[in-house]
């Protein structure tokens, strides 16, 4: 039970942070190429 919260948690704390830090990091490098 312990374990399966913890996981979750993680696997939460992945999906609210991770797709920010992925759209971000996407925006970086789209600019990037983007701009001549």
């Known amino acids: 039970m312990v ?3 913890s ?3 993680i ?3 992945w999906f609210a ?3 920010p830090v992925f ?3 996407a ?3 789209w ?3 983007a701009k001549p």
Request: net charge positive; glycine share 4%; aromatic share 14%.
């Open 23 to 25: 759209m971000a990091v």
């Open 7 to 9: 996981s979750h948690r």
């Open 27 to 29: 925006a970086i490098l």
């Open 17 to 19: 942070f991770g797709i």
């Open 11 to 13: 696997c939460w704390l």
């Open 31 to 33: 600019l990037m190429i």
């Open 3 to 5: 374990l399966y919260l």
